[in-house]
């Protein structure tokens, strides 16, 4: 007898074969429908959230990750914008990425086709149900989420309606599949799942990561924590470092794209270090410096070690004062996530070696970090922000979710 993952895993692998032949406007006017659904089913969603909200504050669960796992009418309508950006999108599926003939004639190209089954493993965040399935429907796969018990009713009240808006237009529900037991043997079996699963992607926390990456026999695509730093140059613009600073950290403190860490410089510490500590401080943010920041703000408690290379989620950040770019590139590189780091300059040249040196994702120049984001970028959603170096990396849209096969045309070629 066929267990409770293995059942799911079927007719997640059905469904994919099915969801492979959809055509373009197929995928587009359910995705309307969704969207639709989602916004016509809200209050049912936020009843839902309420619950697990409820649940959270009941844990102890602190306010940062409690902002993660909160849904409101905005969100959900920006969820089900989401899916609708995604309709207005370029299906990549069977795109034609090349087409060359060969000397004996055969015509070698190679196109994109979908992964087939993406499982997602992830954490509070509610939204990525939504989001999840709009992206792995337009590339034509099958999604398979198990989501975090701290946001179960959130995710069945969020899927229910998914399902309602794909029988609407008569399109197959398994197109989701939604892993309803929160136990860690489930994850331990999904994560085992290999020929039944093409592709799976975790979301969430480090301990979450670090155990898919460590025991999957699925093929793993690892986003990342983020320990996100800001680099304030020698001729940054005080006024714009402390403003983007305090959007970077305190615009929403539970997300892997907020600033972590601040480095910098001190030909210019003592003028905008109070200015950063004054907007920080408004958020009731701990701030936590090497003994040069401490000198210079009696605001700023002792850091350790262990403060350059943690992603808090929370109202505390990290404060290093260096002497040169190059002092700042290297503690940057030797702490960070690989995530998204971001230089506050005036200066061109420090700009360019910034983003030519600095070892991640996304690297700004005068921007938030906050932007890391698939919406922001023009995805529509994302999948999750990968922080690896193999197949995709950074925010991961529509392209991030199929791969290639190659297509050979011939006339009656044989090799000799």
């Not at 954490?123 to 429907?137: H, I, K, Q, W, Y």
């Not at 929403?252 to 210019?268: F, K, P, Q, T």
């Not at 970028?377 to 999948?383: D, K, N, S, V, Y």
């Not at 991030?400 to 090799?415: C, E, M, P, S, W």
């Amino acid at each position: 007898m066929e267990t409770y993952m293995e059942m799911l895993t079927r007719r997640a692998k059905e469904a994919s074969v099915e969801a492979a032949k959809l055509g373009t406007a197929d995928k587009n006017r359910g995705l309307l429908s969704v969207a639709d659904e989602l916004t016509a089913q809200q209050d049912m969603i936020l009843e839902a959230n309420e619950k697990d909200l409820e649940a959270a504050k009941q844990k102890g669960v602190k306010q940062s990750l409690i902002d993660r796992l909160a849904l409101s009418e905005k969100r959900i309508g920006d969820m089900a914008e989401g899916l609708r950006q995604i309709a207005a999108l370029d299906d990549p599926v069977g795109e034609v990425l090349y087409m060359k003939t060969r000397p004996n004639g055969l015509r070698i190209g190679q196109k994109r086709v979908p992964l087939g089954v993406v499982g997602i493993i992830y954490e509070s965040r509610p939204n990525v149900t939504a989001d999840a399935f709009g992206l792995c429907f337009k590339t034509g796969n099958a999604v398979i989420l198990r989501g975090g018990s701290d946001a179960i009713h959130s995710n069945q009240a969020i899927v229910h309606a998914i399902k309602a808006g794909l029988r609407k237009e008569r399109l197959c529900q398994d197109l989701i599949v939604l892993v309803e037991d929160t136990s860690r043997e489930i994850v331990s079996e999904m994560m085992k799942m290999h020929g039944r699963i093409d592709v799976l992607i975790p979301r969430g926390g480090a301990g979450l990561i670090a155990n898919v990456v460590a025991n999957s026999t699925v093929p793993v695509i690892e986003t990342g924590t983020g320990n996100c730093h800001i680099y304030v140059d020698e001729t940054a613009d005080v006024r714009m470092a402390a403003d983007i600073i305090e959007n970077a950290k305190t615009q929403r403190m539970g997300v892997c794209n907020a600033c972590e860490s601040l480095v910098i410089h001190s030909g210019i510490a003592a003028e905008v270090l109070p200015a950063i500590v004054q907007k920080l401080k408004n958020h009731d943010v701990e701030i936590r410096g090497d003994e040069r920041a401490q000198a210079l703000s009696d605001q700023i408690e002792p850091a350790v070690e262990a403060d350059w290379g943690t992603e808090y989620l929370d109202a505390v950040i990290s404060v290093k004062i260096v002497d040169s770019i190059d002092e700042a590139i290297g503690h940057i590189n030797k702490y960070n996530t690989g995530h998204s780091e971001s230089i506050i300059t005036r200066d061109y040249d420090n700009a360019l070696k910034f983003q030519d040196e600095i070892d991640a994702a996304a690297v700004y120049v005068n921007a938030s970090t906050r932007f890391t984001d698939g919406f922001e970028f023009g995805f529509g959603a994302e999948i999750g922000i990968s922080t690896q170096k193999l197949h995709a990396r950074g925010p991961m849209g529509l392209e991030a979710l199929t791969t290639t096969k190659y297509i050979i045309f011939g006339n009656g070629q044989v090799r000799k």
